[in-house]
């Protein structure tokens, strides 16, 4: 159980295309200690963070990536995204980046929620990668090398193919 942890932790701390992170810890909870989704996510997480939502890309981290896949034997970023938004907020949303990226409402950074998307141009001029926001400056997304894995959007290589917030609520 041990090894799986440090093992998901690890996948947690690096992406594909990128450089690796640094370690940024277990974290720390506000009331003062941490708890197993911050050592299962290697993040600190806030008071009152959905519970719910935390707890399923907790089971989806490590997941391989898969090319048109939506399931825990593989996933790519907008499967991912639609298999959490239907499970946690009971919402169908489109399995494609740029379809999201055109439904969803445009937000500012500081008005961001669990859930809420983070879009990419990666390949070329057009939205081609989604992640879920997790909390300040970390996201979830799956990873064409690494499989679903939590990044930080301060990282340079998404900070420069990063295109906006989106929001379904």
């Known amino acids: 159980m041990k090894c799986r942890l440090i ?4 996948l947690a701390l690096v992406s594909c295309r990128a450089p690796k992170i640094p370690n940024h810890g277990k974290g720390e909870s506000s009331g003062g200690g941490t708890n197993k989704f ?5 993040i600190p997480l806030p008071a009152g963070i959905n519970q719910n939502y935390v707890a399923a890309i907790s ?3 490590g997941v391989p990536y898969k090319y048109g896949g ?3 034997s593989g996933t790519d970023c907008s499967g991912l995204v639609q ?13 494609n980046s740029l379809a999201l990226f055109n439904k969803a409402k445009s937000i500012s950074k500081g008005k961001l929620l669990e859930g809420d998307l983070l879009f990419f141009k990666i390949n070329g001029n057009k939205i081609s ?10 996201f979830i ?4 090398k690494k499989g679903v ?6 990282e340079p290589y998404y900070q420069k193919t990063f295109s906006g917030y989106g929001t379904f609520r």
């Open 7 to 10: 093992l998901l932790m690890l």
């Open 38 to 42: 911050e050592r299962a996510l290697g």
């Open 59 to 61: 089971e989806w981290l």
């Open 70 to 72: 939506s399931s825990r």
């Open 83 to 95: 298999s959490i938004y239907l499970k946690v907020f009971n919402k169908v949303v489109d399995h």
């Open 129 to 138: 990668h989604v992640g879920m926001h997790v909390t300040d400056n970390y």
């Open 141 to 144: 997304h799956a990873s064409t």
């Open 149 to 154: 894995v939590i990044s930080s959007i301060t």
